[in-house]
């Protein structure tokens, strides 16, 4: 094992698929659809399984080989649009103030210093844009429609932010065709995952919503329950630490997400990442660590790979490194890069 492969496995723990479960890998085409056809539903209820919150540990797994494609290029026929459904139908979560509106710097790094969207206004408006022209978000440059979202500045209800991120996976849905698929699902640390971080030899879908808890992200899984993924990386948890939340119902959450993930997309490779660490005086690092290693065996017991993301992140305190955070919560430029630097990696263990 090369030093690099030690490192990865010092992040991440391979526990075996749940029963009955397959790798996409094996089975994936090595070439990407030009087009995308738009579809127009609307989003099941679902039920949510009951909690076991029974702790054992499991065994490592062997990864699955995969094979590197070409990057393509990427549109949807603009005509075909019209079929869009602007009421697009997503099941409610309760109303709570959307926490930690402030946004990443991106300032060390010169392919991550280019004109972007830098408030959850002009995001917004960049992706409706992008899907209005039939492009991919994930594939942007970081500038693109700039005349769509430049100087925004009406904040989109947390209900715009569900319907957009539906639309964009019923796209994918009905797009996606034999093409290998990954999808970041979490809160606004997944939203603001750099595009330009993430690997081209497959399509991305981006499922974060700002300051949402993992009882939101449970309630939103169907929402992307018809696409195809290989792979689906989950972080939740720190909101809810932020709105009160006990233990228990962090836990029993994630133990949700998992199954609901696992039914819904049996052969897709699970990633469930760690909470990340804060720099916050109201927010105990040590409960996040203690959450951390239920979660890690909540991961185990489901049949899901765990991403120890606290080795990348925490510093000789035990909090979150200061040059990974603007405000002690969000990541900085180093910080996205870090992650960035991590998925890579988390990629290659699990592709080789």
Known sequence: MSDQNRWVASLLTLVPLATGATSANAATNSTFNDRWEVDNGGIENFEKNELDLILTPAPIIS???????????????????????????????????????????????????QLKPRSGAELYQQRQAALRAGKLYTRLEPSSFQSAWLNASVQPTHEQWQKLLAQEARVMAHSQGSNRLNILVGDSLTLWFPTQGLS?????????????????????????????????????????????????????????????LHQTHPQADLVVQSILPTRLANLS?????????????????????????????????????????????????????????????TEEWLNN
Do not use: C
Request: proline fraction near 5%; charged fraction near 20%; hydrophobic fraction near 30%.
């Open 285 to 345: 690092n040590r409960r996040i660590e203690q959450l951390n290693y239920h979660i890690q065996n909540i991961a185990q017991q489901e049949g899901a790979n765990y991403l120890n993301l606290s080795n990348v992140f925490t510093d000789a305190t035990g909090k979150l490194n200061q040059e990974y955070t603007t405000d002690g919560l969000h990541l900085s430029s180093q910080g996205y890069q870090a992650w960035q630097s991590a998925l890579q990696q």
């Open 63 to 113: 990864r699955a080989e995969i094979s590197t494609i070409s990057t393509p290029e990427f549109s949807i026929p603009v005509s075909s649009l019209n079929q869009l459904n602007p009421d697009l139908y997503l099941p409610s979560v309760p109303e709570e103030p959307l926490i930690a509106r402030s946004q990443p710097s991106f300032t060390s790094n010169p392919i991550y210093n």
């Open 200 to 260: 081209q030899d497959k399509f991305w879908l981006n499922q974060g919503i700002s300051g949402e808890n993992s009882g939101h992200v449970l309630s939103r899984l169907r929402a992307f329950g018809q696409t195809r993924p290989d792979r689906i990386y989950v972080m939740a948890g720190i909101n809810d630490l932020r709105n009160g939340k006990s233990d228990y119902e962090i836990l029993s959450n994630m133990r949700k997400i998992v199954q609901e």
